[in-house]
């Protein structure tokens, strides 16, 4: 079946600049994540939701990061007057309920360079 | 808060070489332990997972044992192939607050050399 995906798979912006990254779990998972990845490091956890709701949003750095899931599908990412140190990896996954809940699944990531 | 330790890369090894890659995890509750492997060009993909204490994670030759008593989940191959050269990520899910977010490693480069 199909994996998740995001879009865009590359996204270049100016200082200053609003963007949006788009995730689609896969089908009927129910909890979604969103991790930055850093050149030359892990992800790091932002924000997870279950369901509709933002279950943990206590990665998300500061106020200008925003996240919905409007109908438990999919996820918007929103950065609001991007910074250059914003650039990174933006990665999604998705997993099941429990007891499978602890394998996530990830997209291939979006790949924002903020000039 | 919990964390996870692996050695630092590159590891460069010839092809059918045995291969360890460190990993050592703090943490206050029982996590469960992960490795994915990113291959050049592509995304995380899961490579092995072990639940609890003393279980052996293994997939295509890859081998990782939950070890409580050592806090490590080191990751082994008895011999690399080419194939095998990408970036691989130890990572722990942190089941204390519900939200099973992972915790990452910072990634071990192995290069595998025919």
């Known amino acids: 079946g199909a994996g998740v995906s995001q879009t865009p798979s590359n996204k270049v912006t100016e200082k200053g600049k609003y963007v949006e990254l788009r995730c689609d779990p896969i089908s009927g998972h129910t909890a979604l994540y969103w991790y930055r990845q850093s050149l030359g490091q892990g992800p790091e956890f932002l924000i997870y939701f279950q369901g509709t709701g933002a279950a943990d949003d206590s990665g998300l750095p500061n106020d200008r990061f925003f996240a919905v899931r409007p109908e438990g599908s999919v996820s918007t990412l929103k950065i609001q007057r991007t910074e250059r140190g914003d650039s990174a990896v933006y990665l999604c996954a998705s997993s099941s309920l429990a007891p499978q809940a602890e394998t996530q699944y990830f997209g291939p990531g979006t790949r924002l360079l903020v000039l | 808060g919990d964390s996870v330790t692996q050695m630092e890369g590159p590891v460069t090894l010839s092809e059918e070489a045995f291969l360890t890659i460190n990993c050592t995890y703090t943490?206050?509750?029982?996590?469960?332990l992960f490795w994915y492997v990113q291959y050049p060009g592509e995304g995380l993909q899961l490579l092995l997972k072990?639940?609890?204490?003393?279980d052996k994670g293994s997939n295509k030759g890859f081998e990782a044992t939950y070890r409580k008593e050592t806090t490590s989940f080191h990751l082994e191959k008895g011999s690399v192939q080419v194939s095998d050269s990408a970036v691989y990520f130890c990572a722990l899910s942190d089941e204390s607050s519900g939200t099973y977010k992972y915790i990452f490693g910072t990634g071990t480069r192995l290069k595998v050399l025919a």
């Open positions: 072990a639940t609890k204490a003393d």
């Open positions: 943490a206050t509750g029982y996590p469960s």
